[in-house]
C-alpha cells in the first residue's frame, strides 16, 4: 500500500472517529439536559456579570462587596423576570377564550364579505386554521420552559457565584498548568475578550430591543406591552430569526384586539426598532468579523433547540458564537470560524485563493 493510500485510510479512519465522538457527545447532552441547561444559564450569566464585577475591583471596590452588588442585581433582574412571566402567563391563559372569540367575530364578518363577492369558504374550515392559541403557543412554551428553569434559581445562583469567585484567580491557575503559558494564555485571553465583549453588546442591544418594543406596543395600547418587551429581549439573542419569532404573536394580538391599521404600526415598530439596533448600531460597534451566517444561525436554532428545547433555541447563537469565537483563537481551527461566519475576513491570502483554476 502506497502511502498517499495509507494517508486516506488514515484521514477517513479519523473522520469517523470524530463523527462517532459528535454523536456520543451530542446524546450525552441530550440525556443530561436537566443538569446541562442550569449550568449553561450559570455560565451565560456569570459572563455577562464577569465585567462589572471586574470594573468595581478596578475602581477600587473590595473583592467581597464587589460580588455582593454584582449578585444583588442579578437576584433582583432574575425576581423581576420570574413576576413578570409567571403574571404574565397566567393573564394570558385566562384571556385566551376572549381572544378566541374576538378572532371568531372577524372571521364570521370576513365569511359573510366574501360570500357577498361571490367567494365560499366553509366556516369551519376557516376559523381551525386561524386559532390564536396555536400562534401564542410559542409565546407560553418559551416562557414556561424558562420559568421551570428558573425553579433551579438557588443551584443556577450558587454556580454563577463559585464561576465569579474562580474567575479573578482562574488565569493563574493556568499559567501554571499550561507547557507554554505565555503562547498559550495570549490565545485564552483574546477568546475571553470577545466572548464578553460579544455577550455585553448583545444583551445591551436585546434590552434596547426590549424596551423600545414594550414602550411601542404600550403606545399603541396592545395587551401584555411588557410581556411582548421581554420576549423581544430574549428573542434578540437569535438574529434575524428571533426578531420574527417575537413579532407574529404581538402583531396577531393587535390584528384580534384593534384590527388591521394598529397591526401595520405594530409591524412597522418592529421592523424600524430592529433594523436600527440590529443592522445600524450592533454591527458598528461590534465591528467586523463576529457575526454567523444566516444558515448557521438557522442551523444552530434547529440543533440546541432539539438538545435542549426552548431554553436551546435562546442560547443557540451564543453558544454557536462561543464556538466561531473559540475556533477563531486557533490558527489551526481558523477555517472553521470562517465557514460559520458572515462574512470573508479581509486580507485573508488563504481565503481570496479562487475555489476554482489553478495557480500561476
Known sequence: MSPQEITKQANKGRFLIITAAFIIVVAGMRAAEAILIPVLLSAFIAIISAQPLFFLKRK???????????ITVV??????????????????????????????????????????????????????????????????GILNSLGKVLTNSFLILLTVIFILLEASGFSSKLRAVLPDPDRSFASFEIFIHNVQRYMAIKTWMSLATGIAISIWLAILGIDYPVMW??????????????????????????????????????????????????????????GRGLGLSTLVVFLSLVFW????????MLLSVPLTMILKIAFDSNEETRWIAVLLGSEVPAGDSALETPLTGSDK
Open 60 to 70: 477600587g471596590v473590595p473583592a467581597v462587596l464587589a460580588l455582593l452588588i454584582v
Open 229 to 286: 418587551g421581554l420576549l423581544a429581549f430574549l428573542l434578540n439573542y437569535i438574529p434575524n430569526i428571533g426578531s420574527i419569532l417575537a413579532a407574529v404573536p404581538a402583531i396577531l394580538l393587535a390584528l384580534i384586539e384593534f384590527g388591521t391599521g394598529t397591526a401595520l404600526l405594530a409591524t412597522l415598530g418592529y421592523l424600524v426598532v430592529n433594523i436600527v439596533t440590529g443592522s445600524i448600531i450592533e454591527p458598528r460597534i461590534m
Open 305 to 312: 433547540g432539539w438538545v435542549f428545547g426552548p431554553v436551546g
Open 75 to 140: 437576584i433582583g433582574i432574575g425576581l423581576i423576570m420570574a413576576v413578570l412571566i409567571g403574571t404574565s402567563l397566567n393573564d394570558l391563559s385566562s384571556s385566551l377564550p376572549v381572544y378566541q372569540a374576538h378572532i371568531q367575530e372577524k372571521t364570521t364578518t370576513l365569511l359573510k364579505w366574501l360570500d357577498n363577492i361571490g367567494i365560499h369558504i366553509p366556516d369551519k374550515g376557516l376559523f381551525e386554521s386561524i386559532n390564536p392559541s396555536t400562534a401564542l403557543n410559542l409565546v407560553s
